[in-house]
């Protein structure tokens, strides 16, 4: 299978601070892979590094087959990757109909639109002229997955979709990914909850103090090795 997305050696930080170093990573057309690893383990920087977000400090992203490291955000989101980013990040003075079209800016046709983005979450519609800020945090994370959606990714990142999420709400979101990733997209989800991530996912990365502590098929790591790539031999 080719892959769709690959890192090599990819490294970013903030200032002189290196956050990420070394990381290499594929993820093929139509896969799931997730993201494991302690807070501050450098997973948001990943997807922010591959989303254009922050200028990598080396090493290389290749989008099929091109390099689209350093293009900025809006380029990188024309050429088909979307992140839905820690805390939704939505702009709170807007409705949520309005939140999502923002995602549309880029013009990328396919199957998202408002309709099946409230298809896919009903409560939206109802919702549609609400602002954001009224919205509960699961239908606030409902918009930034549908914001991102409208932009018809062909690879879908999300940031820790169930951070400060009740879990029944976390299992709603989650029911939709099948749906999402129905016609083939690929998706990369930072979640911390690893029984979660090997239901949804075929492979996973675990990565430690900005590196990749481990990598492999999601349903055949055991939780031993899982929990020493996640807390470190000294942890
Ligand atoms: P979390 O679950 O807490 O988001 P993470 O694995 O996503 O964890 P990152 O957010 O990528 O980790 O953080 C990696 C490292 O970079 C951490 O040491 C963090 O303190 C640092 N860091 C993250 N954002 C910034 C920033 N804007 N400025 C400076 N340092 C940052």
């Not at 980013?85 to 309005?98: I, K, Q």
């Not at 079209?101 to 979450?121: E, I, Q, S």
């Amino acid at each position: 299978m080719d892959d769709l997305l690959e890192t090599r050696q990819l490294g970013a930080g903030y200032g002189d601070f290196r956050a990420l170093s070394g990381i290499d990573m594929r993820i093929a057309a139509g896969e799931v892979v997730t993201l494991i690893g302690a807070n501050g383990a450098g997973k948001s920087t990943f997807l922010k590094t591959v989303a254009g977000l922050l200028k990598p400090a080396g090493g290389e992203v290749l989008y099929k087959g091109h390099p689209v490291d350093g293009l900025p955000a809006e380029r990188i989101v024309r050429q088909g990757i979307a992140l839905v980013p820690e805390g939704r990040r939505l702009f709170p003075s807007l409705s949520v109909e309005e939140n999502l079209m923002l995602g549309a800016y880029c013009g990328r046709p396919g199957r998202w639109t408002l309709d099946t983005v409230m298809n896919l979450f009903p409560v939206l519609r109802e919702r549609r002229r609400a602002p954001a800020t009224a919205l509960s945090g699961g239908q606030q994370q409902m918009v930034a997955i549908g914001r991102a959606l409208m932009s018809n990714p062909e690879l879908l990142m999300c940031d820790e979709l169930s951070l400060g999420l009740a879990p029944v709400i976390v299992r709603e979101i989650y029911a939709a990914l099948p749906e999402i990733v129905a016609d083939g997209m690929s998706a990369i989800i930072v979640e911390q909850d690893v029984r979660l991530d090997r239901q949804v996912s075929s492979r996973f990365y675990c990565f430690q103090e900005g590196r990749i502590s481990l990598a492999g098929e999601s349903s055949q790591v055991s939780d031993e090795a899982i929990t020493e790539a996640y807390f470190g031999v000294h942890a």
